[in-house]
């Protein structure tokens, strides 16, 4: 079974940045595609990235578009998530997942995304 392992959150002030990071451990990961989503209390699970593995493509919403930056090591089974210009409201716990199914990417659906990790806390002051 595949596993994930989020790190890197923290407390970061405004206009801040910070690298967050997924690791695959167990098999190597074959996921079509990852992506990174948050949540924050009170809301639903919102899509932040996504990356395939094939040739890379990324995929962002209007709200991180210029902000974030998704990337992958697949030698080290490794997904980044790189945020600028931070935020209060990118305060979040963030996730990320695997996207494994065949056929239409839903990129930007969590409900698609077959595995998680536990996710990080990050949180970005006024």
């Known amino acids: 079974q595949k596993q994930f392992v989020e790190s890197g959150g923290g407390l970061v002030q405004a206009g801040g940045s910070l690298r967050i990071s997924c690791a695959a451990s167990?098999?190597?990961?074959?996921?079509?595609?990852m992506g990174w989503f948050r949540q924050a209390p009170g809301k639903e699970r919102e899509f932040v990235a996504a990356?395939?593995?094939?040739?890379?493509?990324?995929y962002y919403p209007d709200s991180v578009k210029g902000r974030f930056t998704i990337s992958r090591d697949n030698a080290k089974n490794t997904v980044y998530l790189q945020m600028n210009s931070l935020k209060p409201e990118d305060t979040a716990v963030y996730y990320c997942?695997?996207?494994?199914?065949?056929?239409?990417?839903?990129?930007?659906?969590?409900?698609?995304?077959?595995?998680w990790g536990q996710g990080t806390q990050v949180t970005v002051s006024s």
């Open positions: 997942a695997a996207y494994v199914t065949a056929g239409p990417l839903y990129y930007h659906d969590y409900a698609w995304y077959a595995y």
């Open positions: 990356i395939t593995r094939s040739f890379g493509t990324t």
């Open positions: 167990g098999r190597t990961d074959s996921s079509r595609a």
